[in-house]
């Protein structure tokens, strides 16, 4: 992990197309603005963390749902 100090208007460049600026400090917040290309997806943390449960969610439903399918197709075969 990397750990920077940026005062305000200052910021930070990522690779070739994404920039990170300090743009407003109020007490403990601090506020970013985030330049990235349209092909990159930008979340705050716990959005992302909710998306990845639910994606990894809905593989487990579908997995499921597809034992379910399997089973029933053999026993149509059967009959």
Not at 9 to 24: H, L, M, Y
Not at 43 to 67: C, F, G, K, P, W
Request: charged content about 35%.
């Amino acid at each position: 992990m990397l750990i920077l100090t940026r005062k305000l208007g200052e910021g930070i460049v990522i690779g070739d197309g994404i920039r990170v600026t300090v743009v407003d400090i109020r007490g403990k917040q601090v506020k970013l603005a985030i330049e990235a290309p349209r092909d990159v997806t930008v979340h705050r943390e716990e959005i992302y963390q909710r998306i990845v449960e639910e994606n990894r969610q809905a593989v487990s439903a579908d997995s499921t749902r597809l034992s379910e399918i399997a089973s029933m197709w053999k026993q149509r075969k059967k009959s």
